[in-house]
């Protein structure tokens, strides 16, 4: 356990820290903050949204208070089946609440089954939950949960980013109410990466630019966690690591092994690694611990048409356009350029291990 980083979260909060200096250092590995975040998982859930939900389920520094899911990687019904069905299997207490079918103003594409399959979740299991989703819409169910605990929910979006705009229009106060908002998605290059779904854009972004871009536009607490370093090398899992995870994270462990091999496929064909990169989890990590990361200050857009769908653009603070009247009145936010790649793989192992053995 690291001494220093719990001290830090116990006294500082994020916004604290990141006003001291522009680019925080990468920390030794952190561990459970004394009291668990209490924590609304939004996702499309695919393959590495599973990885995130049994994580976020799993680890001591989270209290998941409720499991929000949306299209994306999937259609929304599979979205809200998938989570039933993880929910069901392994025993977790949060409710599923089910969102939004589509984006805010994009026509309604097909799902990337060539990724996460036909279900979504690698097509290797029976997904045939026998518990439904809450009767609260997933916005809803956002809005409502924010503003009955001010302050102390941390929203991790880890899909389009449509039902936290549709929760924001249906409450306006949840900007001044939410603890903090990570969001799995975007690219503004740091690491040479602008985008997965097309050339420049990453596929939350991409899939409601319009969504992405409104994030940005309000002085909530926004930290996003990019493909700057979900694509972070060595915080891919390989499949001796996967296999390890099978033989000691009980059933949890044979189930993310089984539904990774499709995800090892898609990564094999298009980036020529026999791996598979978490990005979702690394959201989860960057809640938990963000010792493990560094992080820039800075504004941002999402571009919302053309070829240019989903593009990130990043002002940093210090840029001499900082002030210009294009970026003058947006709200300056958080972006994570790098990342402790063993120190994130050993947080996840240790999280469904120390599950497994309890
Ligand atoms: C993001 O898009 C989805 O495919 C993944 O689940 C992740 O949230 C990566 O670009
Ligand atoms: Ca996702």
Not at 45 to 59: R, V
Not at 256 to 279: M, N, P, W
Request: negative net charge.
């Amino acid at each position: 356990m690291d001494e220093t980083g719990i001290s830090r979260r116990r006294f500082l909060s994020r916004a604290a820290l990141l006003s001291a200096a522009t680019v925080l250092p990468i920390r030794l590995l952190g561990e459970a903050s004394p009291r668990p975040l209490r924590v609304i998982l939004d996702l499309d859930i695919g393959i590495d949204d599973a990885f995130a939900l049994l994580f976020a389920h799993y680890s001591p520094a989270v209290d998941l208070v409720g499991i929000t899911t949306l299209f994306g990687n999937t259609t929304r019904d599979k979205s809200a089946r998938n989570g039933l069905y993880i929910k069901e299997r392994f025993g977790i207490g949060a409710e599923v609440y089910r969102g939004a079918a589509a984006a805010l103003h994009h026509p309604l594409g097909d799902p990337p089954t060539f990724v996460h399959g036909e279900d979504g979740l690698g097509d290797t299991e029976t997904i045939n939950p026998s518990i439904e989703a809450a009767d609260l819409s997933a916005p809803d169910f956002i809005a409502r949960t924010i503003m009955d605990n001010p302050g102390e929910v941390t929203v991790i979006a880890v899909g389009p980013m449509t039902n936290l705009a549709l929760a924001r229009l249906a409450e306006p106060a949840i900007v001044d109410n939410v603890r903090e908002i990570i969001v799995m998605g975007g690219a503004v290059g740091f690491d040479g990466e602008l985008g997965n779904a097309t050339t420049v854009g990453e596929a939350n972004a991409w899939n409601d630019a319009h969504a992405m871009d409104s994030l940005f536009r309000y002085s909530w607490p926004v930290t996003m966690v990019g493909l700057d370093v979900t694509y972070t090398p060595d915080a891919a899992m390989d499949p001796v690591y996967l296999q390890r995870l099978r033989d000691q994270a009980d059933d949890a462990g044979v189930f993310l092994e089984r539904i990774s091999r499709q995800y090892r496929k898609f990564y094999l064909a298009s980036r020529g690694v026999d791996v598979t990169f978490q990005h979702d989890s690394i959201a989860v990590a960057c809640a938990i611990a963000p010792e493990l990361f560094e992080v820039k200050r800075g504004k941002l857009r999402v571009l919302t048409d053309g070829v240019a769908r989903g593009q990130t653009i990043f002002c940093p603070e210090g840029h001499h356009e900082f002030e210009s009247p294009e970026w003058a009145d947006l709200p300056t936010h958080s972006v994570c350029s790098a990342l402790d790649g063993p120190g994130f793989l050993e947080l996840y192992e240790r999280a469904l291990t120390r599950a497994a053995n309890a």
